[in-house]
Structure formats: C-alpha cells, structure tokens
T-cell receptor, first 112, second 114 residues
C-alpha cells in the first residue's frame, strides 16, 4: 500500500526558531514530492516541491531536504514567524497512478 | 491566471436537496480533481478527470456525481447527502495526470448537510 508517514503531528516553535517536519515513504515509484500549507478554512497551497534527483531545494525561508536512499524528506522553516502557523502536509505523487498521496499533516504553532 | 476558483464558498443543504459545486481553472491544465477533507485530516481523493474524461473514481457513493463540461470547468452534483458528508470539498488541477506540475487547489466549498 502506498503511504507517506509524517511527523510530528503537532509542533510548537518560538518565533525565530527552526521548524522541522519529517516524512517517510515506501513506494519508489513516487517522482514528485510537494509540501502544502493550509490555513483554517482555506484549501492547501503549494509551498515548495522537489523531485527525487535533487537532494535539497530552497525557496526563501523554506527548504526541502531529500534523502532518496532512506526514502525520507523533510521541510525546514527557518526564522519561523507567527504567520507560518498553519497545517503542513507533505505529499508524494506516483506518475503511474496519478494520485497524490498525502501525509497525515502537522499543525505548526509559532509563538511570538 | 494561476488560480482554481470554487463556488459557492459555503453551502448548507438538507438531506433531500440537490445542489452543485463548481470549479473553474484557466491555466490550461488537463487534469482536474475533487477531494473531500474532514477537519484535521488530509484531503481524500474522490474523482480524477483527465482530458475531460473520468479516469479515477475512488469508490465514491453515487449521491456524488461529477461532471466535466469542458477543459476549464468541473462540477460536483450532490443529491440525498447524509450529515456525515459534511466536509470541505476541494477542487484541484494539474498539467496532466502523468505530471504533477502546478498541482493547485482551490479554496474549497464548506458543505454542511442538515
């Protein structure tokens, strides 16, 4: 069964700190790994994404680290801000099925 | 235009009502999706349309009926829903089923069944 396991379920970080969310997958047919940010009452918004032939991708304060051999990838939010408080979902996309597989989500709270 | 637009934003309907959710995108995406999301859970895939044809139906009850009138529009027709169907319904689109580039979600329709 295709799964993406995400941890932690919830995270509290002080303003200015680093938020780290981890995901692990089993299926090697995944070829696209996006992260989504979702605020209450809104749809998920694409934050950053990576392909398995790249080990790291950085966009502003957000960085994805990808370890293909360990089948793990993580999101790092540098200099976390209260406005980053949201639910974050990692996901994986297997092109052979066309179904985006989501992790269970991490609720991030950044304290001022 | 890089958005997926969903209407209405909120909908309250009785169990005997018939209503429709609408989704529109003008990014030239050829794959469109319906998801259902319960509180504090990830989105669950319901239907996938690829080039205006239904390609995936995730064993969704027949009280949910999708329709893709053209490459920019996606509808979800609702009939005889149950209270447990109350959820956030999300539409998404991507360049194609075989490419997740630009996989974009709308803001959703908050559905309440009474």
């Amino acid at each position: 069964q295709q799964q993406v396991k995400q941890s932690p379920q919830s995270l509290i970080v002080q303003k200015g700190g680093i938020s780290i969310i981890n995901c692990a997958y089993e299926n090697t047919a995944f070829d696209y790994f996006p992260w989504y940010q979702q605020f209450p009452g809104k749809g998920p918004a694409l934050l950053i994404a990576i392909r398995p032939d790249v080990s790291e991708k950085k966009e502003g304060r957000f960085t994805i680290s990808f370890n293909k051999s360990a089948k793990q990838f993580s999101l790092h939010i540098m200099d976390s801000q209260p406005g980053d408080s949201a639910t974050y979902f990692c996901a994986a996309y297997p092109s052979n099925t066309g179904k985006l597989i989501f992790g269970q989500g991490t609720t991030l709270q950044v304290k001022p | 235009d890089t958005e997926v637009t969903q209407t209405p934003k909120h909908l309250v309907m009785g169990m005997t009502n018939k209503k429709s959710l609408k989704c529109e995108q003008h990014m030239g995406h050829r794959a469109m999706y319906w998801y259902k999301q319960k509180a504090k859970k990830p989105p669950e895939l319901m239907f996938v349309y690829s080039y205006e044809k239904l390609s995936i139906n995730e064993s969704v009850p027949s009280r949910f009926s999708p329709e893709c009138p053209n490459s920019s529009l996606l509808n979800l027709h609702l009939h005889a829903l149950q209270p447990e169907d109350s959820a956030l319904y999300l539409c998404a689109s991507s360049q194609g089923r075989q490419a997740a580039y630009g996989y974009t979600f709308g803001s959703g329709t908050r559905l309440t069944v009474v």
